[in-house]
């Protein structure tokens, strides 16, 4: 095996540690050409992101009480990032420790996720922006509901319209089936490109699935590999 392949695995739990490092990225193919010019990223809102523009969002998504997660909330939690991103991370929704700090991943999914950020080239704030289906925790961390996915998708929408990424990875079912509107097997839609209104969506594996289904991590390797011949293609590389 490539040491540096190695290396990241490890990352990722696939070997004995799992230490945050900077490897080098491993060789792979590229990705079918047909394949990123059909999902080529398209305008999908117009002007620049203004910091009025995010305040906005911000206080309206602050104040909502469109479904009912907003009851026992300790605040919503829009998103966490560069604004100019490239790279949009869709996840699920706060957890307890992201609704106390007021930002998304920041438990032991999180440690993960920057894992996986690490492993093909990214840092958290860094070109990458990091938000949730849902704004507002479920409690006991349950799977949003589709009521609640519907009541908090104009904010992602907007958040999305704001941000124009080249590429936009959903983490989790829930997570693609808010931005894809249909029913979504992860076993069947990893692997390929989808699309957001014309911007390329790739799926992967939720970070707090990964650990508790450590078997699947080979896979989300994988996927982090297309992910990022995705993003070169886009790129024109």
Known sequence: ?????????????????????????PEDGPVAASEVDRVAPAVVASGAAGLADWDRLAATVRDCRACGLCAARKQAVLGV?????DWLFVGEGPGAEEDQRGEPFVGQAGKLLDNMLAAIGLRRGEDVY?????????????TPEAPEIDACRPYLEQ???????????????????ALLKTEV?????RG??????????????????LLRNLTDKAK???????????MRQLKGG
């Open 1 to 25: 095996m490539n040491p540096g392949r190695e290396r990241i695995l490890r990352e990722l739990g696939l070997g004995p540690t799992w230490r945050l490092r900077s490897p080098p990225l």
């Open 130 to 142: 990091i938000a949730n289906a849902v704004k507002c925790r479920p409690p006991e961390n349950r």
């Open 220 to 230: 989300a390797w994988e996927d982090l590999c297309f992910m990022r011949r995705s």
């Open 81 to 85: 990032g560069d604004r100019h991103a």
């Open 185 to 189: 097997k992860i076993a069947a839609a």
């Open 159 to 177: 958040q999305i319209g704001l941000i124009r990424p080249r590429l936009i990875v959903a983490l989790g079912r829930p997570a693609a089936q």
């Open 192 to 209: 390929r490109l989808h699309e957001y209104q014309g911007i390329p969506l790739v799926i992967t594996y939720h970070p707090a699935y």
